[in-house]
Structures are given as C-alpha cells and as structure tokens.
C-alpha cells in the first residue's frame, strides 16, 4: 500500500499563487508517475498534471503556462506550484501515485480562489 498526505491548500486571490505538496509513504518502491487531480461537487475527477520517474510531464490544457508539476525522488515527494490562480482552479486537489498499475489517491486539498 502507498499512503499519500496533501498539504498546502488555501484561499486565495485571483491572480495569487499557491504550491501544493504531496509526500507518499508505505510501499514506495516501484512508484513510477505521481500527479495531480482535481474534482468540484457534481464532476468528475479529472487531471491537472503528472510527471514520471524521470521528469517527464504532462499538463491539462487549462493549466499550462500557468502550473507546474515537480518531484522529489529521493524525498518521495510530489509538488504542484499554481501561479496565476483563476476563480475556475477552485476545487478539491487529490495527489496521485501509480505503482505496479494501481492508483493510489490522498484524502484531498481544498483551493478556493475568490475575491
């Protein structure tokens, strides 16, 4: 089993920045991609960004520019830098690992950006 623990969510002003991190615990060995997701009441949970074992990344289109995914091999560890935050990045943000083909998820992160 990989535990994973979110932490860094807020408020925030439009335009403000917010960084997320994400350590991943337990049966680490063989993670390769962490990500993140986000979800808002009535949708489903879709992807904002992820990045592999070797540094490779992936952005949804509504974040590029804007986010940026990074990662600590050697701390076990996953970060999301938000800049330029919008009223729509308002949601629910979930760490994400996939080891051996399974999908380990966190408990959540609430970013609100309003004014």
């Known amino acids: 089993q990989v535990q994973l623990v979110e932490s860094g969510g807020g408020l925030v002003q439009p335009g403000g920045s917010l960084r997320l991190s994400c350590a991943a615990s337990?049966?680490?060995?063989?993670?390769?991609?962490m990500g993140w997701y986000r979800q808002t009441p009535g949708t489903q949970r879709d992807m904002v960004a992820f990045?592999?074992?070797?540094?490779?990344?992936n952005y949804a289109d509504s974040v590029k520019g804007r986010f940026t995914i990074s990662r600590d091999n050697a701390k076990n560890m996953v970060f999301l830098q938000m800049d330029s935050l919008k009223p729509e990045d308002t949601a629910v943000y979930y760490c994400?690992?996939?080891?051996?083909?399974?999908?380990?998820w966190g408990q959540g992160t609430h970013v609100t950006v309003s004014s």
């Open positions: 990045i592999t074992r070797g540094g490779s990344t």
């Open positions: 337990g049966s680490i060995f063989g993670i390769s991609v």
């Open positions: 994400n690992a996939v080891r051996l083909a399974v999908h380990y």
